[in-house]
Structures are given as structure tokens and as C-alpha cells.
């Protein structure tokens, strides 16, 4: 088994079948018109949005969200995974009634709780919603810089990439980089090379969220090269909700001979039926990437991830045992 690493994974967007199955029978709510049997629908991008949204907001408390948070590690734990991050929405707590304090927190429980039974190490990216606008940007980049929750390392910004211009949001990532908070940034999903070219000029962020947009500049793709800024790629989302028909459209393989640094991420992965673990196998099976490309893969992701020091230092460690 391959060790992986994670640096793009939506936490809400991760809830497996099983738990939100029990969740929904606590709370009364009938999912099955997102939920079958045999998993999460497949859907196009709008339905996968309501999708999401139903079953985020099954979980209210902080309890709920330890819970959450618990079961994403010990499952990316049992796969083989070393590391992972998730991206965390306040506006999404408070959409439930709960503070972002105690959502944040509770993420934060189940991470701890999942490392000390488990060998994974976790971290959380507070993440600002585009199409909400600049001042909820920055109210999320607010709270990132002042909830003192050691788990919370990096800020980000998630959305509708088609809402505004990077620029419009400097603030909140300059309140977020002043804070000491380390900084990624949704682009080149599905809007195209300019914004990505925009959100490094505008931002200063060392990490791309998706990015595969690159391919389609050559001159883009040279300066990610030049920079090691990290592209966060997920291959089978992109496929799910349509931004590439086929795998074999996919710019993975040419991103990576451009010699762009990438990471392997599942982004929503019930959703788009696909884990970190089959992402990996992807890359292997359909790109044809070799053993030795997957575990550099994966060293990258730890090399790019928001952790101190002598976490990745151990990181490294654990990693070169296990190749």
C-alpha cells in the first residue's frame, strides 16, 4: 500500500453513507432523495450543491462535528494515510445555528481523538466562501487568526470562482498571512489560466485548490514550476462534476512533465464516489504513474503542508519507513 497525504478535502463534503444515514434518523430528515443504497447519487454540479448542503446540515453541534471529524481520519487512517487536512466553513456553522468556536473545536476533538488511536496526523484550513462575498471572507479569515485552536494552520477560500476578482479579497488574506496562518486558494477549477495568474498576483498563496487549468498556459504552467507552488489536484471530482469528460482529457500527466508540484486530493469523496486511496489508484491504473511518482506525490504533499517543522520532519521520517 502506497502511504498518502491530503491537502484538499471539503469536511463537510466528507460525511461517509453510513454516517449520514444515522445522523438523518436522529435528526428526523428524510436523505434519500440524495442517498441510496448503494451510496450518494451521482449528480451533476447544482445537484451535487443541494447534495451537499442536505447533508451538512445534518450536524448542529459540536459533538456533531467531533464525530465528523473522527470518522474522515479513522478511515483516511485505515487507507494508509500519513496526513490530511480538511477545509472548514464557519459560515457554514453558523448556517446551523452553531458558533465557529465550538464548530471549530469540535473538528479539532475528533482530529486529536483520531490521532492518539490512530497513526494519521491532521490539520484544519478555515475557509472563506467566494460568492458570499469580501466582508464574509474576512470575517472567516477573522475568526481563523483568533480562534486559538492549535489544529487551525492555514486559511483559504472556497466557492463560485465565477464571483468577483481575487483582488477583491486581499484583505482577508492579509489579515489571514499577518496572523501567521498559512495560505491555498480555490482556482483554475472552472475558470481558466487568468485566474489562476490573478489569485497568485492578488493573494500570495503558496498552494492552488484544483489548478488543473494550468495546463491550458504554457507560460502559467512554467512559472507554478519556477515558484513550487503546489497545484492540490483532484482528478476524480473533476470528472464527477464535469470539468474534464474522460480521465484520459485529464491534465494530470501534463502538469506533472511541465514539472508542476502536485498533491493527490479527493475534494468531496462520497460525493463523487472516489476516497484518497482510489485517487491514488487512479493516478496508478488509468495515468500509469509509477510507484516511485505516487510516493513522490506524496512527499510533496507533505513538504506543502501547513504543519510546523519538526511535524513534517516526522512526517518525512514515517513516510521514508514505509517506502
Known sequence: M????ELHCHIEGAVSPELARAMAVRQGVDISRVLDHEGYRRQGFMGFLDSYDIIANLFHTREDFRRLAYD???????????YAEIFASPAHAKAVGLSPQDYLEGLADGIAQAAA?????GRIIVTGVRHLGPDAVKEAAEIAVSCEVDAVTGFGMAGNEMTGRPSDYTEAFDIARRGGLRLTCHAGEWAGPDGIEETLDALGVERIGHGVRAAESEALMQRVANEGIVLEVCPGSNISLGVYERFEDHPLPKLLEAGCRVSLNSDDPPHFQTSLAHEYRIADQVFGL????L???????????FVDGDTRARLLERLDARA
Do not use: F, K, M, V
Open 2 to 5: 502506497i502511504p498518502t497525504a
Open 72 to 82: 474522515h481520519y479513522r478511515t483516511l487512517a485505515n487507507d494508509g494515510c500519513l
Open 117 to 121: 488511536e490512530n497513526a494519521i496526523e
Open 290 to 293: 509509477s510507484g516511485e511518482t
Open 295 to 305: 510516493l513522490a506525490i506524496t512527499r510533496i504533499a507533505i513538504e506543502a503542508a
